[in-house]
């Protein structure tokens, strides 16, 4: 299986700070990566797919680029709704795996 | 809107089953894929499988091959999934979710998702 790394684990960052999370793949995922996020007790939402493209009804603030091994999301001016875990997951291989998620705090 | 309405909490004793359900209200049900992920507490998701839109094929991720079951009734646009031989390590929020790609060779994420259903295993 292709394992899915995402630094940092946490991050610490303020209303208005321009922020960047890593998922980096153990092998080649070409652009099939999504990101999702997920408040607590809820389910996880569709971001981003195919490593760039914005899902319909996403704030234009979020923005992904990437290929290959490393990806990274980027979120260019934080709000408050924007503080809770993200996860990246790579649709190029059998068997679909996320990364272990990157919480973000409010500092 | 689509909107997946999922099965209550449920509490098993360690060897048994659960089977959790996965009703979606909305178009064109039979066009879409749909996943079931996992999710222990406090770890990421975990796919566990798909099924086909018509619901005579699946594939499951190899950790869940022999143990899971993924069914899918499309006259009441329902899926489901079983999880045999249940163990203190299938404690999870078990989500289904809907694959937006359609056709012949779809590529596998997931942009709707159910509310979740919460499954323990405790003796």
């Known amino acids: 299986d292709v394992q899915m790394t995402q630094s940092p684990s946490t991050l610490s960052a303020s209303v208005g700070d321009r922020v960047t999370i890593t998922c980096r793949a153990s092998?080649?995922?070409?652009?099939?990566l999504a990101w999702y996020q997920q408040k607590p007790g809820k389910a996880p939402k569709l971001l981003i797919y195919?490593?760039?493209t914005l899902e319909s009804g996403v704030p234009s603030r979020f923005s992904g680029s990437g290929s290959g091994t490393e990806f990274t999301l980027t979120i260019s001016s934080l709000q408050p709704d924007d503080f809770a875990t993200y996860y990246c997951?790579?649709?190029?291989?059998?068997?679909?795996?996320f990364g272990q998620g990157t919480k973000l705090e409010i500092k | 809107q689509v909107q997946l309405v999922q099965s209550g909490a449920e509490v098993k004793k360690p060897g048994a089953s659960v089977k959790v359900s996965c009703k979606a209200s909305?178009?064109?049900?039979?066009?879409?894929?749909m996943h079931w992920v996992r999710q222990a507490p406090g770890q990421g998701p975990e796919w566990m499988g798909i099924?086909?839109?018509?619901?005579?094929?699946?594939s499951y991720a190899q950790k869940f091959q022999g143990r899971v079951t993924m069914t899918r009734d499309t006259s009441s646009s329902t899926v489901y999934m079983e999880l045999s031989s249940l163990r203190s390590e299938d404690t999870a929020v078990y989500y289904c979710?809907?694959?937006?790609?359609?056709?012949?060779?779809?590529?596998?994420?997931?942009?709707?998702w159910g509310k979740g259903t919460t499954v323990t295993v405790s003796s």
């Open positions: 979710a809907r694959n937006p790609e359609v056709g012949p060779t779809p590529r596998y994420y997931m942009d709707v």
């Open positions: 909305g178009p064109a049900f039979t066009t879409y894929y």
């Open positions: 099924i086909n839109p018509r619901g005579d094929s699946a």
């Open positions: 092998q080649s995922v070409s652009s099939w």
């Open positions: 195919k490593a760039s």
């Open positions: 997951q790579q649709y190029h291989s059998y068997s679909y795996t």
